[in-house]
Nanobody, 126 residues
Framework: EVQLVESGGGLVQAGESLTLSCAAS????????IGWFRQAPGKGREGVSH????????YYADSVKGRFTVSKDNAKNIAYLQMNNLKPEDTAVYYC???????????????????WGQGTQVTVSS
């Protein structure tokens, strides 16, 4: 059974940091790219970051570039999203997702992903 389990969310103040984890099982982790997405109340799911399967190339949405860092530990089947200098507008449910064969340019397209986690809430107070 494929599983992606996010953890590490919580309530923080603006300017603080959080690191989200995404633990994977049931598929060949090092053959899959990992994407991080978020969804705020009343809004669509937004791509935040992406890391490729083995060469670990990273991509970021402009809104988080310079503040968020994505990483992937293929030996441990875990991906991370380190979030620094958090802002109230970062408040959302954060999801990790996995995709086996992704067309170039679709890194931030939620419809392109094969598997999803259940999400973890991140709330940033001002």
């Amino acid at each position: 059974e494929v599983q992606l389990v996010e953890s590490g969310g919580g309530l923080v103040q603006a300017g603080e940091s959080l690191t989200l984890s995404c633990a994977a099982s049931g598929f060949v982790f090092d053959a899959y790219d990992i994407g991080w997405f978020r969804q705020a109340p009343g809004k669509g799911r937004e791509g935040v970051s992406h890391i490729t399967a083995k060469d670990l190339k990273t991509y970021y949405a402009d809104s988080v570039k310079g503040r968020f860092t994505v990483s992937k530990d293929n030996a441990k089947n875990i991906a991370y999203l380190q979030m620094n200098n958090l802002k109230p507008e970062d408040t959302a449910v954060y999801y990790c997702a996995a995709v086996g064969n992704l067309l170039i340019g679709y890194y931030m397209d939620p419809g392109a992903y094969d598997y999803w986690g259940q999400g973890t809430q991140v709330t940033v107070s001002s």
